[in-house]
């Protein structure tokens, strides 16, 4: 039985994913061996996370600024979107090292047995963006019954933008998710992405 104090510690770090109780009571008390001036800082970052993220006004990764270092950045190109889920995805993506494009995150995907319909994400920015000289989206959503249908409905609204719509090729396994692949398997799935059809 620990004090309360350490108990509560031990709760939030279970809140952690993949966190079970013993591995939350071995952070607690490993908190407990680190300094002051440690934990203060930790606390801080805790802290600026939440008050210093947001999402960027264009994509809608997170962001210190209203824009992210992606769409401030000039030597990436602005014809070709990549749409992912999350902003996690993006830095699943970037370690590929092989994308030069911009993103565009949707913060999920269509799922109307959770209530989430195409109106609850962020998919009328990515219209607007598309209206700007856009070569080419690919639609890089997981390889899910969701992530298929909300590539689906949007490869039939940006069907009539006049773009080239493709979506990632299934190097990445059905079911899978775009932050678990390695950099060999997101490069394939980029290479061999193909033109979306409605027929």
């Known amino acids: ?34 300094s002051e001036e440690d934990l203060e800082g930790f606390a801080k970052a805790l802290i600026d996370c939440k008050t210093k993220i947001q999402f960027c006004s264009i994509c809608g990764n997170y962001s210190e600024e209203e824009h992210c270092l992606i769409c401030n950045d000039n030597s990436r190109n602005p014809k070709i979107i990549c749409v992912v ?29 959770k209530g989430v319909l195409p109106e609850d994400l962020n998919i009328e920015q990515l219209l607007k963006r598309v209206s700007d000289g856009v070569e080419e989206i690919i639609l890089a959503t997981n390889l899910t019954l969701e992530g298929e249908t909300t590539a689906l409905y949007l490869a039939k609204v940006l069907e009539e933008k006049g773009c080239l719509v493709t979506r990632i090729a299934h190097g990445l396994p059905m079911g899978g998710h775009l932050d678990y692949a390695d950099e060999l398997t997101l490069i394939k799935a980029l290479e061999g992405r193909k033109k979306m059809n409605n027929d």
Request: proline content about 6%; hydrophobic content about 40%; aromatic content about 10%.
């Open 85 to 113: 889920q999350s902003p996690k995805d993006i830095l699943a993506m970037e370690k590929t090292g092989e994308y030069r494009g911009l993103y565009h995150v949707l913060h999920g995907v269509i799922s109307p047995r």
């Open 1 to 34: 039985m620990y004090p309360k104090t350490l108990e509560d510690l031990i709760e939030y770090f279970k809140m952690l994913p993949g966190v079970g109780a013993k591995t939350a009571e071995r952070y607690a008390l490993l908190m407990l061996e680190k």
